[in-house]
């Protein structure tokens, strides 16, 4: 190898630089910081209002809990070094941020699950798309829409008692709400995917907030370990997946339009909730995920 090549080999092997960028308080300096502690740069997880967060740690910042001037951090993961910079995102500081794009080799939108503050990530994916950066948006503050999903379902008097049948946790995927089935409480009759009402009902206040996000959802189908086929091998693949095809056409006629969903699945008992009770009514449910990433989309 030349020494020529070998330097070129050097180079394109430093540190990555991404810039996390985005409107005003969608959480980018709170990101570098969840970044800096899972990749073992600092011990513990300090927070922004706290005033104990790496970034922001100027006095400016600290007093106006928002970044006044770029944050890095420099650490690694999986063996790659990696630069972060964390961009303040208001808008008087708009050219520090713009000033930062062209020294990157990616970035990290950061954005908060609301519809109406979308169009404040305009001016940042133009700039991106204009200077040919590869750039993923990264919906933070999912716990909202999970605040979302319930204070809806609390406000419809007929779901009241399935409040328990709506299931909402965070994976590394992305948002995940699961519609299961209780003792007595059912999504789906016996065998069919002829969903009742209140499925229906449910579906709606999921459609609701899904639509308030950018992001592509998947939907699949689970049932429970009770084995059931019928004489023309009609089975738990089959009704898992039919009754995760009824509930995309239910999201659909809640108005998720058709290219947000990703993917329709049927799991049958291959993925059960309660794995240690196969046959519990839990395992059998209908999984949306609302994916964290829209990568290339
Ligand atoms: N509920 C919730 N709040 C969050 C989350 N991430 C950040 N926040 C809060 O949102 C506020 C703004 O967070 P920052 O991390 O300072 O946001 P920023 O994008 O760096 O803000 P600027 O630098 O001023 O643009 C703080 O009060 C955070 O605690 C989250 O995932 N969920
Ligand atoms: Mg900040």
């Known amino acids: ?27 980018k300096t709170s990101l570098m910081e969840s970044i800096a502690f899972l990749t073992g740069a600092v011990p513990r997880k300090g927070s922004v209002p706290a005033g104990t967060s790496l970034g922001d740690s100027g006095h ?7 970044s006044v001037e770029a944050n890095v951090l420099a650490t690694q993961y999986l063996g790659e070094e990696f ?33 109406a503050k979308a ?8 700039r991106l798309s204009d200077a040919n950066i ?7 503050k999912f716990d909202k829409a999970k605040g979302a999903l319930e204070s809806a379902m609390k406000g419809i008097p007929e779901l009241k008692q399935f409040q328990g049948s709506m299931l909402v946790d965070n994976t590394p995927e992305g948002l995940r709400i699961q519609l299961t089935d209780q003792e007595g409480l059912a999504m789906f009759p016996a065998g069919s995917s002829a969903m009742y ?16 996000l950018p992001n592509q959802v998947t939907v699949s189908g689970h049932t429970d370990a009770t084995p059931f086929q019928d004489p023309s091998g009609y089975g738990n693949w089959e009704l898992s997946a039919d009754r995760a095809l009824a509930a ?39 999984s949306i995920v609302v994916l964290r990433e829209n990568e290339g989309r």
């Open 83 to 115: 630069t972060f910079i964390d961009c303040p995102g208001s808008i008087e500081f708009l050219a520090d941020t713009l000033n930062v794009l062209p020294a990157v080799d990616a970035a990290v939108v950061v954005c908060e699950p609301e519809a």
């Open 248 to 286: 995309r056409r239910g999201l659909v006629a809640s108005g998720v339009p058709d290219r947000k969903i990703r993917r329709v699945l049927g799991a049958s008992d291959q993925e059960p909730l309660d794995a240690a009770n196969p046959k519990a009514p839990r395992n059998r449910r209908i």
């Open 60 to 66: 400016e910042a600290r007093a106006r809990q928002m």
């Open 1 to 27: 190898m030349s020494k020529q090549t070998q330097e070129t080999t050097k180079i394109s092997r430093g540190p990555r630089a991404v810039a996390l960028i985005g409107p005003y308080g969608s959480g």
């Open 134 to 140: 590869p750039h993923i948006l990264f919906v933070n």
């Open 119 to 126: 169009q404040m990530l305009q001016p940042f994916l133009k």
């Open 197 to 212: 009402g209140h499925t229906r009902a449910m579906l709606d206040v999921i459609a609701r907030v899904v639509n308030q």
